[in-house]
T-cell receptor
């Protein structure tokens, strides 16, 4: 079966750095997305990786290793507004998007 | 530009009743999707449409039906609601005919409770 694993919940301190990991086992791979979802709101796009390596976008970076079936989202200079769930999703060989359950990130002052 | 709108925002429904959740996008995207999101589970695809006039079944299609008469609208119908359909429903769209390969943009969601 297809599976995406993310930690259920993480806690970090304002101003710090946090890394949210995502491992996947899917039938094929055509790319990986990270989305942010604030409580009670819709998911919004953060990043897309299809090649190995690091993609940097401001305070957020996303890394992919296809050989290891692994990605992480790195958030720097954490702000209170970064408290949200972070969803990892993989495009499989049929171009269907497989979603992880999400990681709830709690930021403390 | 509104993006994607969904209606209603929330609804409490008696079991056995019929219900249609509405979704409209103004981005002229080819593909549209319906997901349900339950606590502790990832987004699960119910139905999708890669282009107007075509639809397909997702991971959890039973008890739901969709239609795609035009590019903008993608309603989801529960023919006879059951309590296990209590969930938050998200509609999404993408400018892609290749399934989920392109960035998806989500509507604000409909919170449905079936009693």
């Amino acid at each position: 079966g297809q599976n995406i694993d993310q930690p259920t919940e993480m806690t970090a301190t304002e101003g710090a750095i946090v890394q949210i990991n995502c491992t996947y086992q899917t039938s094929g791979f055509n790319g990986l997305f990270w989305y942010q979802q604030h409580a009670g709101e819709a998911p919004t796009f953060l990043s897309y990786n299809v090649l190995d390596g690091l993609e940097e976008k401001g305070r957020f970076s996303s890394f992919l290793s296809r050989s290891k079936g692994y990605s992480y989202l790195l958030l720097k200079e954490l702000q209170m507004k970064d408290s949200a769930s972070y969803l990892c999703a993989v495009i499989d060989s049929n171009y269907q998007l497989i979603w992880g359950a999400g990681t709830k990130l709690i930021i403390k002052p | 530009i509104a993006g994607i709108t969904q209606a209603p925002t929330s609804q409490i429904l008696a079991a056995g009743r019929r219900m249609t959740l509405r979704c409209t996008q103004d981005m002229r995207h080819n593909a549209m999707y319906w997901y349900r999101q339950d606590l502790g589970l990832g987004l699960r695809l119910i139905h999708y449409s890669n282009t107007a006039g075509t639809t397909g079944k997702g991971e959890v299609p039973d008890g739901y039906s969709v239609s795609r008469a035009n590019t903008d609208d993608f309603p989801l119908t529960l023919a006879s609601a059951v309590p296990s359909q209590t969930s938050v429903y998200f509609c999404a769209s993408s400018d892609s005919t290749q399934g989920g390969a392109d960035t998806q943009y989500f509507g604000p969601g409909t919170r449905l409770t079936v009693l």
